[in-house]
């Protein structure tokens, strides 16, 4: 069955390439600030339409409380007994950062060295392209209930899906839940990711001087706000880079799958001669500890800046939260640091925009045996189980509203996809081999007792 179902699927990758790039070529950033809403409702629809066509006939549009649609519906079995599985993916994407460091059209799909390229190519695109074709492969034998939602703001933080499971508990029940967007340690290599870190969003905002002033005139006394605010970022890491929030426990290690310090050092980019950050094992400072990234300043520009002391400036924080610790615990840590170690009194105020706790997946029950089964089917190869440095607070709602359920994170990201960054791009090879995983999982997969 596992030879029939991929010659189905690579009989069909043209057509995923097509799908793909019409996704792509949509500017479906959730922010209207950046992009018109239009281009996120164009997704949608896209979304919803192709997944109608699959026998999903009351696929609709759902708003959820943060403004956005997520694409929801479902897919009856011919036996009312069967389990019910939930496919999730987000058709959302970030923005596309600083055009000028991309190789190709950011909204275009383009074959660069074997890979597809183009903002959302990889997350979470190519994840949606995924189920399409799984569900392709299979045709009407598909044994089990199916339920569909695609989000629509994952990538802004906002918490409109997690609010609408919350409010709307009985639409979204399933036995297994595949969470599509996550991947594999690389390319060929398949994995399951059993926990994902934590985070906590802030912006810390310094003030100093009622307004700009000389520095001719007035520099040496007066307080200087991007100073005191670097001096403030300083304080957050040690000579090692290892994160040093008060009150956070950062000797945490990780007991799984290792990660070769010269493979992270290839994925990551860094540059040689470049030291890796922290004290721990690479692994640690992934998925153990906590770690501090300074995502953005507001300052004064090199160009167009004056011979003035800064009054104000702001920076936005980004702390992931390993298992095993509070997320919200971590941010009210990081907030009494900020206030405890601003220098010369200036004032500090901390601005809070999301929290999310971490999660952790169980991983003994028929849903993750069934999965293994056919990623290995498909890959040729058993899979690992790795932590994640990502977020995804949807994980813990879904925990939490079906405790019953096998929760299962997968996708078509790995280390080469570069996403969240300039030149994301996708394997088609993840593509396929994972529609096959999928496509021969829902044909498989029996739990012990199903919903």
């Known amino acids: 069955m596992s030879e029939e179902i991929r010659t189905r699927i690579q009989g069909m990758m043209s057509t995923a390439r097509d799908e793909l790039s019409q996704l792509v070529a949509m500017r479906s950033v959730a922010d209207p600030r950046q992009f018109p809403p239009e281009e996120c409702a164009a997704a949608a629809e896209w979304v919803r339409a192709h997944f109608a066509e699959l026998g999903f006939t009351d696929a609709r549009l759902a708003r959820t409380p943060d403004g956005s649609d997520a694409v929801v519906g479902s897919r009856r079995a011919a036996d009312p007994d069967a389990p019910t599985v939930l496919l999730y993916a987000h058709y959302d994407v970030q923005p596309p950062l600083d055009a000028s460091a991309w190789r190709t059209p950011p909204f275009e799909l383009t074959d660069v060295g074997g890979r597809w390229a183009g903002r959302g190519a990889a997350d979470c695109k190519g994840n949606i392209v995924m189920h399409l074709l799984a569900l392709r492969a299979l045709g009407d034998d598909i044994p089990v209930h199916l339920k569909l939602v695609v989000e ?51 912006v810390v905002h310094v003030d100093a001087l009622a307004s700009e002033v000389h520095s001719g005139m007035f520099g040496g006394p007066a307080p200087d706000a991007l100073a005191a605010l670097l001096a403030l970022l300083a304080s957050l890491r040690d000579e090692r880079g290892s994160t040093t929030v008060d009150g956070l426990d950062r000797t945490q290690s990780w007991a799984g799958e290792p990660y070769d310090p010269a493979q992270f050092r290839s994925d990551a980019g860094v540059l040689d001669g470049v030291d890796l950050l922290g004290d721990g094992t690479v692994a640690d400072e992934l998925w153990a500890r906590p770690a501090l990234t300074v995502l953005g300043i507001d300052c004064p520009p090199v160009v167009g800046s004056t011979a003035s002391i800064v009054a104000s400036a702001s920076a936005r924080l980004n702390l992931r939260v390993p298992p095993g610790m509070s997320a919200q615990a971590a941010h009210d840590a990081l907030a009494a640091h900020l206030h405890a170690h601003a220098p010369w009194n200036v004032r500090v105020r901390v601005e809070t925009e999301a929290v999310g706790e971490p999660f952790r997946a169980e991983t003994t029950g028929p849903a993750y045996r069934a999965f293994s089964d056919a990623m290995q089917a498909a890959y040729g190869v058993a899979p690992t189980m790795l932590g994640q440095g990502g977020s995804i607070p949807l994980c813990n709602v879904f925990a939490d509203t079906y405790p019953h359920a096998e929760i299962i994170l997968m996708g078509v990201e790995e280390p080469l996809a570069l996403i969240h960054a300039p030149n994301e791009s996708v394997d088609p090879s993840e593509i396929e081999n994972l529609a096959v995983a999928e496509a021969l999982f829902l044909r498989s997969y029996r739990p012990t007792t199903p919903t």
Request: proline content about 4%.
């Open 152 to 202: 629509g703001s994952e990538e802004q933080g906002t918490g409109g899906l997690e609010r609408f499971v919350e409010e709307n508990p009985d639409l979204l029940a399933a036995d297994a839940i595949l969470v599509c967007d996550t991947g594999n340690a690389a390319v060929g290599r398949p994995a399951a990711t059993v926990s994902l870190r934590g985070f906590a969003n802030v």
